[in-house]
């Protein structure tokens, strides 16, 4: 059994890109753009902008380039994923309100980044999430063109409704290739409570209802920034992508930007390496929502007392460089199941041992089919717990899986040590749009040295009223699954009083990863990019991913990034297309246009 597994383990491995260490001897002196970050926006913005032969750009990645490793190409690899070497592994620090934790956050540490080691959910949130950000040129009918230009729908949606979906981008949208036994009880269950929603990304139809979520898989197998964007773009001889490379500063002369600092590379080639910006040329901050927050303050731009308590001259005082941290935080309700044999857990083992079940295994290889194209929450729904919310502020991910631990993580981190895991099926809350909010500080001036993150979770009690109404709708859901009802394992019958369950929330908590907002887009005091998301007070620099959110969008935020990235991409390459432009042309403010199909 062992050497069969070794086998398909390589099999897998075949094809799998290795990229050099170092940068081919024909590589430029200087840059016209140096992306700082390997993942999802950084890789599309790597392809767009060496579109154009005649422009030089620099990727420049701390994680490594293995995009291709077996476990993040098939889908359910996602178990092996965090806390491995994939993962930088933040965690935050002494979080207030969840009795002093240590909350672990899972961020991607290789090409792609997080679009590597996520559930891969392909959601875009609501139109009004766009138009609430109330920041000029970035309403929702500016935005929707943008969502379309990327998608590669691959479910049929494009065909019955292209005002909102597209097949002619690389980010594809597809369908989960296998339905749990459990899986489909859910439906049912949360269909005839919630009603059905055929579409999450129809801005036309309420988000609210329960279905299945849609997922960026390409033939049964993950879809990350690097194998839509980055992989068919590598040979352009214009196009330089170092891994292993940690950047450690933005250089200047007075303030503008001039390059930037960095460490390693593999391959070995040394720590305070240069890279130079050609005249009128960039740097791009595509780190995400903890690092590119990091790299600003220990470039000099951040609130000028923090930057001081490490000696870093101040080249622009950003007070909001760092806050505006938001997440989705969630917690878990879970049942065993007297029913033996059906849980996605019972279906990857052989029972009653560790090994590998090989048959799901030779089920993907030769089909791209079965249960290794499931991430485990592939069905779910979105839902107000109060009809005089707005917007839904509570989305359910059902797992067909017992969960080994309440904080909703254990499972995923602990099954490879479990030998038996019982079956059952899980309820994920999350505070689809927080109100919460914290904050990125510099530990050390030293980008190697991990920030201090305050995750500022339930800071805002409307997310515990959330958190705890998504509890009790799992509850009660959970009961209806008929045969399949077993013992309630998490939180357990004895936690039955709002204050045993705000105690619940607070003692389990976990990230469903999220992460967005340090480096907020706007045009007030507090904001750190303008519409043109360049960085205020310097020039040269812009920032492009999740950090720019004002305000985090309701569903998973890999799709918005991608958004961004591409909107980006296309004002930088056209510069007559920025925000900046369109207001000005339109006299200023905020024009609010109808959404197609809204």
């Known amino acids: 059994m062992k050497s069969l597994l ?18 081919p001897p024909s590589a430029p002196p200087t840059y016209d753009y140096i992306i700082a970050g390997g993942g999802l926006a950084g890789s599309l913005l790597a392809n767009r902008l060496s579109a154009d032969p005649s422009k030089s750009v620099l990727l420049l990645e701390a994680g490594g380039a293995d995009f291709e490793n077996k476990f993040i190409k098939i889908p359910a690899g996602i178990l092996r994923l965090f806390k491995s070497g994939f993962d930088w592994q933040h965690e935050t620090s002494g979080e207030h309100n969840c009795s002093g934790r240590n909350i672990f956050l899972a961020r991607g540490k290789v090409l792609g980044g997080s679009s590597c080691t996520n559930v891969l959910l392909h959601h875009r949130g609501t139109a009004a999430d766009y138009d609430n950000w109330n920041v000029p040129s970035w309403g929702a009918s500016d935005l929707l063109p943008y969502f379309k230009r990327t998608q590669g729908d691959l479910t049929g949606r494009a065909e019955t409704n292209p005002a909102h979906h597209s097949t002619g981008g690389e980010w594809s949208m597809s369908e989960v290739r296998y339905q749990n036994p459990l899986s489909k009880r859910f439906l049912e269950v949360a269909g005839d409570q919630l009603g059905v929603n055929p579409d999450f990304n129809d801005w036309s139809s309420p988000q609210t209802g329960a279905g299945p979520f849609p997922v960026s898989e390409r033939n049964g197998r993950r879809e990350s920034g690097a194998t839509a964007f980055l992989k068919p773009v590598l040979s352009r001889d214009n196009l330089t992508v170092r891994t292993g490379a940690m950047v450690r500063r933005i250089d200047w002369e007075g303030s503008t930007a001039t390059g930037v600092t960095y460490d390693g590379g593999e391959g070995g080639v040394g720590d305070g390496l240069k890279a130079e910006l050609r005249q009128g040329g960039e740097v791009i901050c595509t780190a995400g929502a903890i690092a590119s927050p990091q790299l600003l303050m220990a470039s000099g731009v951040g609130p000028r007392e923090h930057l001081e308590e490490f000696n870093i001259p101040v080249i622009s005082d950003l007070p909001g460089v760092g806050r505006n941290l938001q997440d989705h935080p969630a917690a878990v309700v879970s049942f065993s199941t007297p029913k033996k044999g059906v849980s996605v857990t019972s279906k990857l083992r052989i029972r009653g041992t560790k090994l590998t079940n090989p048959l799901p295994i030779l089920k993907w290889l030769f089909t791209r089919r079965g249960l290794l194209t499931s991430v485990g929450c592939d069905n779910g729904a979105f839902v107000k717990t109060d009809e005089s919310k707005e917007q839904a502020d509570l989305q359910i991910r059902f797992l067909a899986a017992r969960a080994l631990g309440p904080d909703g993580m254990t499972t995923f981190t602990q099954f490879r040590n479990t030998r038996n895991h019982g079956d059952g099926y899980s309820f994920q809350a999350v505070a689809t749009r927080a109100r919460s909010s914290g904050r990125v500080r510099l530990a050390s001036s030293n980008t190697n040295v991990k920030p201090v993150i305050d995750g ?37 019958k004895a936690c039955a009083t709002d204050e045993q369950l705000n105690k619940y929330i607070r003692d389990t908590l976990h990230t469903a990863n999220a992460l967005t907002g340090s480096c907020r887009m706007g045009t007030g005091a507090d904001a750190v990019v303008d519409p043109d998301l360049k960085v205020r007070g310097v020039t040269g620099v812009r920032v492009c991913d999740s950090s720019i959110f004002p305000s985090i969008p309701g569903g998973q ?11 980006a991409a296309d004002f930088i390459i056209n510069p007559e297309k920025a925000p900046s432009k369109m207001v000005n042309e339109v ?3 905020v024009e609010q246009r109808e959404v197609v199909g809204v």
């Open 6 to 23: 070794c086998i398909l383990a390589t099999i897998m491995v075949v094809g799998g890109l290795r990229l050099p260490g170092t940068p």
């Open 456 to 492: 500022g979770y339930l800071s805002d009690e409307r997310d515990l009223d959330t958190l705890r109404n998504g509890l009790k709708l799992g509850r009660e859901l959970g009961s209806k699954f008929g045969e399949y009802v077993g013992e309630e394992v998490f939180p357990g």
């Open 557 to 567: 935020t890999g799709t918005p990034t991608v958004m961004v990235a591409e909107r």
């Open 587 to 589: 006299g200023g403010g």
